[in-house]
């Protein structure tokens, strides 16, 4: 038997992916640039074990097992077993996947992402696949191609119809920006979403803002984004990232029927932020928004201190927090500043809008973890280990 472990992290857009142009392929209508995340506060964890003597495939997601038959997870399956570069007769083995994220599944964070360029990352290993593994990822989630590797990253869209140019390069290492720091307010909500997969197929036949943005402003953007990084220009990449997270939304707004992805917390973390850099007469902060009421807020490591005052002041956490609020990187607490309090003069909000805060930065692409007791499953059987923790 052969088995490996993987972790492989989180991306953020600041140029978003919205509409596929195929949907079989998972091809983009648009190129899109991520950041991607330290995976020591966020990231997938991936066991795969291949097995002579198991009688067929299965997967256990999140501490559940799953269907295998899953298209988008046969996709990477098929795609590595295609490229796969052993001798030996392990290639028509069957294989047991354990797959859990070390964050909690019901936080709304973009776990797919992470999920399938860990699983494309463990079968390379396994298999001794090499070269540009992007377009595996992407034909699981296209996200997920962003994820293969660390840093910032741009996912090119192509031009071929069959996909073959549509992959993720990295722009920078994660050591290009080390100031750069990423907050993930993770808000309370509770409601059932539309999926990206659904909203975006939605918008790509209806949304003539779509077309617009994909033709017309997506490619220039990306490029002034691409520059932006290069330079480590915070004011340009923060006013771009912003308005690329709300033209992905006005874009859900113009969809029919449209998909509401952001709520109230959502703009009040909006208000907040705009209100903030103009208290302070500066873009200090930079939002973004997925297919969720998550804000994701990037900002540089000097200001984190200070912004945190603010939110902590306008946005309190619960009075009985039964969770770790400040995950992630500490966070030196100090008072709010009185005068940027009264420039801002926005309503306070009753506490606990907030479920918590990650407080993390720009990290590496997927690892293999070689310690035995890093994986998930065990090594006789071949079944999961231990039932997940994080809920
Ligand atoms: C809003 O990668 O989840 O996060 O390709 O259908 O799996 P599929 O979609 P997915 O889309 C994510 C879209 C987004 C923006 C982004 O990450 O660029």
Not at 124 to 146: F, M, N, P
Request: proline fraction near 5%; charged fraction near 25%; include cysteine.
């Amino acid at each position: 038997m052969s088995i490996v472990t993987c972790i492989a992290p989180v991306n953020i857009a600041v140029i978003k992916y919205w509409g596929k142009r195929d949907e079989n392929l998972i091809l983009p209508v648009n190129d899109s640039i991520s950041a991607t995340l330290d995976t020591e506060h966020l990231c997938a964890r991936t066991t795969i074990m291949a097995s002579p003597e198991f009688k067929e495939d299965r997967i256990w997601l999140n501490g559940k097992e799953q269907s295998i038959n899953n298209k988008r997870l046969q996709n990477c399956l098929i795609g590595m077993r295609k490229r796969a570069q052993i001798s030996n007769d392990m290639e028509c083995w069957k294989i047991h996947i354990c797959s859990e994220n070390n964050f909690p599944t019901a936080a709304g964070l973009a776990s797919s992402a992470a999920g399938y360029a860990c699983l494309v990352a463990a079968l390379a290993k396994l298999y001794k696949v090499e070269g540009d593994i992007s377009a595996v990822a992407r034909s699981g989630s296209g996200s997920a191609c962003r994820s293969m590797m660390g840093g910032f990253v741009r996912w090119h869209m192509g031009s071929d119809p069959k996909g073959s140019d549509s992959l993720a390069k990295q722009i920078v290492s994660p050591s290009h920006w080390p100031e750069m720091r990423v907050l993930v307010l993770v808000v309370n909500d509770g409601r059932k979403k539309v999926s990206s997969a659904l909203g975006m197929k939605r918008s790509i036949e209806t949304s003539e803002l779509l077309k617009y943005r994909a033709e017309h402003v997506v490619p220039r953007r990306a490029n002034e984004m691409n520059e932006a990084i290069l330079q480590k220009n915070f004011e340009k990449f923060a006013e771009l990232t912003i308005k690329d997270s709300n033209q992905m939304h006005a874009v859900c707004q113009d969809t029919y029927p449209p998909c509401h992805y952001m709520n109230d917390v959502s703009f009040t973390l909006v208000n907040l932020a705009h209100s903030y850099n103009s208290a302070a007469n500066e873009i200090k902060v930079a939002y973004t928004c997925d297919a969720g009421p998550n804000v994701t807020v990037y900002i540089l490591e000097k200001n984190v201190a200070e912004f945190i005052s603010i939110l902590d002041f306008y946005i309190p956490p619960a009075d009985d927090l039964t969770v770790e609020y400040r995950k992630g990187i500490p966070i030196q607490l100090i008072s709010p500043k009185q005068d940027l309090i009264e420039k801002i003069n926005l309503e306070k909000q009753v506490p606990g809008l907030l479920k918590y805060i990650i407080h993390t930065r720009v990290g590496d692409g997927p690892k293999y973890l070689s310690d035995q007791k890093d994986h998930l499953l065990d090594t006789k059987m071949g079944l999961p280990i231990r039932s997940l923790t994080h809920q």
